[in-house]
């Protein structure tokens, strides 16, 4: 068979020219598709790998501890900071400051933002690790904000002292309206602890002594909540119920 195109000589059996690779023709108007070859498919995007998903007591726990870690750090940067000696000894010009009260303001406000936003946090992770306890959460964050009132008179008190012409007055004043708030967010956190300790009695038993329920109670593994003989479901987190 001869090629159509550059007229070499091919076998029949061939069924494209050994010399310009023109398709050759079987017979008249009947001629061989080309092949089709396609590219290969590209190779997917590099993806960078995905944090391992943890779970919400895990979360709690560990944002727990960085909150810790950070609090004694910032707290110790300060100290490192007031020992240096030539951060004693700077002065900012037109300012009644010292460099250290400067430092240690800033340090204080970002304790105090540090511990608001944990407080935050703790108040929509607590109750969905610990339902039979979301209460609790309540008490914690009250303490939280008990201690940034005092870490709020840290700061504020040198500025004052450095700044007012009758500081005692001011601090007088300032100390009153800290302790009425600081004992009306005890008072409350207390109240909570009292309300809810009857509820929390069974479970805390439950979880401290291992001890078995009595009366054939039923203890929901989720939330640790003592639910009556026969109850296929917990009442308080709504988890199914295993005697095992």
Known sequence: ??????????????EFCINCGTPLQESVGAT?????RTPPPPAPPLTPPQPMARSLPELLQVLTIRMVVILIGLWLLKA????????????IPDSPLATTTIIDTIVYLIIIGLLISYS??????????????REAATFLVML????????????????????????????TVLQIVLFVA???????????VYQRLPFWLPSVRQQVTFA????????????????NPGAKFCN??????SNK
């Open 182 to 192: 600081a004992l009306f967010l005890l008072f409350y956190a207390l109240v909570i």
């Open 1 to 14: 068979m001869n090629c159509p195109n550059c007229n070499a000589e091919n076998e029949p059996n061939n």
């Open 120 to 133: 935050r946090m703790l108040w929509v992770l607590w109750p969905q690790v610990l339902p039979r306890y």
């Open 32 to 36: 061989t598709p080309p092949v089709q």
């Open 212 to 227: 078995a329920p009595q009366s054939n109670e039923v203890v929901c593994l989720y939330c640790g909540n003592l639910n």
């Open 236 to 241: 308080v987190c709504g988890q199914p119920l």
């Open 80 to 91: 490192i900071l007031n020992w240096l000696p030539f951060i004693k000894e700077l002065r």
């Open 144 to 171: 939280i904000y008990i201690i940034v009132l005092v870490v709020l008179y840290l700061a504020i008190q040198p500025i004052i002292l450095g700044l007012v012409t009758r500081p005692s007055q001011v601090l």
